[in-house]
């Protein structure tokens, strides 16, 4: 139950503040006052003169700076450099963790696997609330699985994506094939997710519910703000502009700041992703 934002640029360097815009920037980290069960990020840029600090990792050989924390982004003072750190893609995560699986940093997300960085928004349960990671009878690839370096039903998710890729399909199609696959044991489960490689963004919005839960409404309505709570699964999009206001790209978010229609917001309809490329900016909707 995590709060998801990716982007892709036409290959040049812009920071969340770029992107976004400070104001909205720090209304999407506020939402860690209720997803306060840690954070991270995951930008496609070369590394910076950023400090290292605890939970960080970086990748220097494929370009990928890591930064995961259990501590709430509203009080991680390092949220603020990375927010203002230029890169042609990124992907951030605000984690409330589902079905009270443990708050270590295994967990914490973006999961790193094979050149490819992954966010997960949703309780992979079935409607007993037994998470899939307490099914021993689901049949998980384990290498796939240990690679991603999580415990969680979004490490389980990650790695069926993993080994559809291995299969041989392409980085959308895996999403796809994989929310096709776990639907089969889990269809009222949520596979909202964001997934980025060095060439593609795809964020999916797959809810199994079309109504938010009354578990999810009970926790915003214990910090006063359950009318936030309606579109919950809900994910919008919009074009990212370059210095003269052209078209240079996309950012994808889950719902909980403004996102206007006249700001260019537009909703991704449920089982439906977008393509993108951080190399030129083009993206496309499909269906899965």
């Known amino acids: 139950m995590c709060r998801l934002l990716g982007y892709a640029t036409s290959g040049f360097n812009l920071s969340l503040n770029d992107v976004l815009g400070m104001h909205e920037v720090t209304d999407f980290r506020d939402l860690s006052e209720i997803h306060n069960d840690g954070w991270g990020v ?3 840029s070369n ?5 290292f600090a605890a939970g960080e990792v970086r990748k220097p050989e494929t370009g990928t700076k890591l930064y995961k924390s259990t501590l709430a982004a509203r009080h ?14 990124g992907l951030w995560h605000l984690r409330l963790a589902s079905s009270n699986l443990p708050l270590i940093l295994e967990n914490q997300q973006p999961f790193f696997a094979n050149g490819l960085s ?3 928004n949703g309780d992979i349960s079935d409607d ?3 998470n899939i990671v307490l099914n021993r009878a689901y049949p998980i690839n384990q290498g796939a699985f240990l690679s991603t370096g999580g415990r969680s039903d979004s490490a ?3 790695s ?5 890729i291995a299969f041989g399909f392409a980085l959308d199609e895996a999403v796809a094939q994989a929310v096709r696959q776990l639907r089969q044991a889990y269809p009222k489960s949520s596979y909202n997710c964001m997934i980025q490689s060095q060439d593609q963004l795809v964020a999916l919005c797959a809810a199994g519910r079309e109504k938010t839960s009354p578990r999810i409404v009970e926790i915003y309505d214990e910090y006063g703000k359950g009318e936030k709570a309606h579109d919950y699964r809900v994910m919008r999009y919009r074009d990212v502009q370059d210095c003269d206001g052209k078209p240079s790209g ?4 889950s719902s909980g700041f403004e996102q206007n229609e006249s700001d260019g917001w537009k909703a991704l309809k449920n089982d439906q992703m977008i393509v993108a490329s951080n190399r030129t900016g083009e993206y496309h909707v499909r269906s899965i």
């Open 76 to 89: 991680d003072p390092i949220f603020r450099d990375f927010a203002d750190d230029p890169a042609r893609g």
């Open 250 to 253: 996309v950012v994808v978010a």
């Open 118 to 120: 992954f966010i997960h």
């Open 42 to 44: 995951a930008l496609l």
């Open 160 to 164: 069926v994506i993993l080994e559809y």
């Open 128 to 130: 007993r609330g037994i």
């Open 156 to 158: 389980i998710f990650f």
């Open 47 to 51: 590394p910076t003169e950023l400090p």
